[in-house]
């Protein structure tokens, strides 16, 4: 009987810290994004445009979006950075124009993501891409994304269940470059939340939390007959 009830404290002890480090380790409820390669429209509805830029020709410029009122958007780069304006719509390169391997992208206002992005990849020599995308629930890397030489890139990134997108970067593999980038447009621009976790997730930190405190009642206890004895 000493054994066993030495084995339930043990196991008592043990498990809710084991609830509570899964509890924990959970992410936000349904957690998920979508990146299409195409341009699947219907969900974007600013344009990015080359207008009121600051910092041109370096490696942090910020432009315009068509919005009303107008947004802000910051680009960046391990190279300096400069644009120009395509049918409205910004097309962003390097300045030396040579390629680079290298951009991302975010709302000037650290308040402000959004839930969709199209963009176009015009490319030079890169066959893979890394694209990682960071929201208020996590950060997310689809790696080794083809990338054609042969023109247009376009893709559609969409937050699945609500998660809000606050940048974007795209890195060539390989030693390879990208000629520009081109078209971006944003959609459910707005502010930043922080992520709720999931009813189990819930469930997972009471149950871990109400442990903790049966393991807290029984030392107590314990401590209290020794004392007695």
């Excluded at 991302?104 to 176009?120: K, R």
């Excluded at 459910?188 to 922080?194: E, K, Q, S």
Aim: proline residues 3%.
């Amino acid at each position: 009987m000493v054994r066993f009830n030495s084995f339930l404290a043990t196991a008592a002890a043990l498990i809710p810290g084991a609830l509570l480090a899964t509890a924990l380790s959970c992410t936000a409820a349904n957690a998920s994004l979508v990146l299409t390669s195409s341009n699947v429209g219907g969900v974007t509805d600013q344009n990015v445009l080359f207008q009121n830029v600051v910092g041109d020709n370096t490696m942090s410029l910020t432009a315009d979006t068509n919005s009303s009122p107008r947004n802000r958007i910051t680009f960046t780069s391990n190279e300096n950075l400069t644009g120009t304006t395509s049918s409205g719509q910004a097309k962003i390169f390097d300045t030396a124009a040579d390629g680079f391997n290298l951009l991302g992208w975010h709302m000037a206002n650290p308040s402000l993501g959004f839930t969709a992005n199209v963009f176009n990849i015009i490319d030079a020599t890169a066959t893979l891409a890394n694209i990682t995308v960071v929201t208020n629930d996590q950060t997310e890397t689809f790696h080794n994304v083809a990338i054609s030489t042969h023109g247009d890139n376009f893709f559609t990134l969409q937050s699945g269940s609500g998660e809000i997108i606050e940048s974007v970067s795209i890195a060539a593999l390989n030693g390879g470059l990208f000629d520009e980038v081109r078209q971006e447009r944003l959609g459910g621009v707005g502010p930043v939340t922080t992520a709720v976790p999931e009813p189990s997730t819930w469930a997972m930190l009471l149950l871990g939390f109400a442990g903790v405190g049966f393991v807290a009642y029984r030392r107590k206890t314990q401590g209290t007959a020794l004392r007695l004895v």
